[in-house]
């Protein structure tokens, strides 16, 4: 195991689980999970980029029916996740700001 700190989980990490305290203390325990729910796309994106990055199929994927017959490089995954993740807090900044 290496001793060395990945930043982005750690961080991500963070995030989440302080999205999920405001959760409960907003509406409690079902909204907890609904943000759980929310957030398991993007914390994987994050922790496992590199081997989502390498899925491709020959069928249709989830998204549309084209298949997905190359690799993503797993740093534009990881991008992804990040801006999944930081969403909520863009969208409640822009809120406050047009409010």
Same mark, same amino acid.
């Given at each position: 195991?290496?001793?060395?700190?990945?930043? $982005?989980? =750690? =961080?991500? %990490?963070?995030?989440?689980?302080? /999205? =999920?305290?405001? +959760? /409960?203390?907003?509406?409690?325990?079902?909204?907890?999970?609904?943000?759980?729910?929310?957030?398991?796309?993007?914390?994987?994106? !994050?922790?496992?980029s590199d081997a989502l990055g390498d !899925?491709? @199929? @020959?069928?249709?994927?989830? !998204?549309? %029916? +084209?298949?997905? $017959?190359?690799? @993503?490089?797993? #740093?534009?995954?990881?991008? +992804?996740?990040?801006?999944? =993740?930081?969403?909520? #807090?863009?969208? +409640?900044i822009i809120s406050k700001l047009v409010?």
């Open positions: 195991m290496s001793s060395e700190i990945d930043w $982005n989980r =750690l =961080l991500s %990490f963070m995030i989440a689980l302080s /999205y =999920l305290v405001i +959760a /409960y203390f907003i509406g409690g325990g079902e909204f907890v999970m609904k943000i759980a729910l929310f957030l398991t796309l993007p914390m994987a994106a !994050i922790w496992f !899925i491709t @199929s @020959s069928g249709p994927s989830i !998204i549309s %029916f +084209a298949p997905i $017959n190359r690799q @993503s490089p797993g #740093i534009i995954v990881k991008i +992804a996740g990040w801006i999944l =993740l930081l969403s909520p #807090i863009a969208a +409640a409010s």
